[in-house]
């Protein structure tokens, strides 16, 4: 933890270290952890575990277990088909702002990504395919232009992260077969300004990840 960026405070460097390790998997909702832990881990003072762990806590990313300690906060079926309503609602709505900001920069970029998402097939894993496909949405959405927008996506997205980590990787160390291009059938659409079939392909690939969730046995 030493030579922090000035601009990011210890706080928020144990903040963004906790949730990556409750992204990761390694720590998961049948762990209690414990402050002196955390402070021990990250080799800061108290203070900037405790404030890290409070807002977790009002995130409802964490819940506080009093005299025992912090456990992640578990993510249900009832929570995956809320963000998936979510961002249905957020990136199907926003697509013709898309349409209108849409330059041949923007469908360049959005070529390049799905030219990285089938590069080399053998290390393609969990992480790898669930970082494409978020680079992909949020920078897709980006293209409207609205910030707020942009900030909801991202805590979704961060959300359906969390999902991947406690969920779908129990079971699978590599992603599912992906859905048949639908990433390259939307950029196709948007390129011959078909919104109608961009729209239908947006839908199919967010529902997808709802499938590839609840698909398994493991939800409560």
């Given at each position: 933890?030493?030579?922090?960026?000035?601009?990011?405070?210890?706080?928020?460097?144990?903040?963004?270290?906790?949730?990556?390790?409750?992204?990761?998997?390694?720590?998961?909702?049948?762990?209690?952890?414990?402050?002196?832990?955390?402070?021990?881990?990250?080799?800061?003072?108290?203070?900037?575990?405790?404030?890290?762990?409070?807002?977790?806590?009002?995130?409802?990313?964490?819940?506080s277990i009093p005299r025992c300690g912090y456990?992640?906060?578990?993510?249900?079926?009832?929570n995956v088909r809320d963000l998936t309503e979510?961002?249905?609602?957020?990136?199907?709505?926003?697509?013709?702002?898309?349409?209108?900001?849409?330059?041949?920069?923007?469908?360049?970029?959005?070529?390049?990504?799905?030219?990285?998402?089938?590069?080399?097939?053998?290390?393609?894993?969990?992480?790898?395919?669930?970082?494409?496909?978020?680079?992909?949405?949020?920078?897709?959405?980006?293209?409207?232009?609205?910030?707020?927008?942009?900030?909801?996506?991202?805590?979704?997205?961060?959300?359906?992260?969390?999902?991947?980590?406690?969920?779908?990787?129990?079971?699978?160390?590599?992603?599912?077969?992906?859905?048949?291009?639908?990433?390259?059938?939307?950029?196709?659409?948007?390129?011959?300004?078909?919104?109608?079939?961009?729209?239908?392909?947006?839908?199919?690939?967010?529902?997808?990840?709802?499938?590839?969730?609840?698909?398994?046995?493991?939800?409560?």
């Amino acid at each position: 933890m030493e030579n922090l960026p000035s601009k990011i405070s210890l706080k928020d460097m144990v903040y963004q270290q906790l949730v990556e390790m409750i992204c990761t998997g390694e720590l998961t909702p049948d762990t209690i952890f414990t402050e002196n832990q955390m402070i021990t881990r990250f080799k800061v003072s108290k203070s900037p575990v405790r404030e890290a762990l409070i807002q977790l806590c009002h995130e409802d990313v964490l819940k506080s277990i009093p005299r025992c300690g912090y456990q992640v906060t578990k993510i249900t079926s009832q929570n995956v088909r809320d963000l998936t309503e979510l961002r249905l609602y957020l990136e199907l709505s926003s697509l013709p702002k898309v349409m209108e900001h849409l330059t041949a920069e923007h469908i360049h970029e959005l070529k390049e990504q799905n030219l990285r998402r089938v590069a080399y097939p053998s290390q393609k894993n969990v992480w790898t395919a669930w970082n494409n496909n978020y680079k992909f949405h949020t920078f897709l959405l980006s293209i409207a232009g609205n910030k707020i927008v942009n900030a909801a996506m991202e805590q979704a997205m961060n959300t359906c992260r969390r999902a991947y980590a406690q969920l779908y990787t129990l079971k699978k160390e590599t992603i599912a077969p992906n859905k048949p291009f639908l990433h390259d059938r939307i950029v196709n659409s948007l390129e011959n300004h078909d919104v109608f079939s961009a729209y239908n392909y947006l839908k199919q690939d967010i529902l997808f990840m709802e499938k590839e969730l609840l698909g398994t046995d493991i939800l409560s």
